[in-house]
């Protein structure tokens, strides 16, 4: 199991486009993907899942991935959900 802390890039779930986005990358690895915010856990190829958590810009959240290919998801996930580009 991979654990990473990401802040969230302002504006990345504005609009479900974007998380919609997300959920299509997350759903290309074979690991489980789990977000979670205050104790509060979510699949990460679940829109109600990650709307239920009530992520907004510039909050700290962790990305835990299980499975065969945990590092690579948590890397490239997190990446998304921080990178400004």
Do not use: C, H
């Amino acid at each position: 199991m991979v654990r990473t802390q990401v802040e969230v890039k302002p504006d990345l779930w504005a609009q479900s486009k974007s998380v919609a986005e997300f959920i299509q990358k997350a759903s290309e690895y074979k690991s489980s993907i789990w977000m979670e915010k205050d104790g509060k856990r979510a699949n990460a190829k679940s829109m109600l899942g990650i709307l239920a958590l009530n992520i907004t810009e510039s909050t700290s959240i962790s990305l835990i991935a299980d499975g065969v290919d945990e590092e690579i998801a948590v890397k490239v996930l997190g990446e998304y959900i921080s990178s400004n580009a």
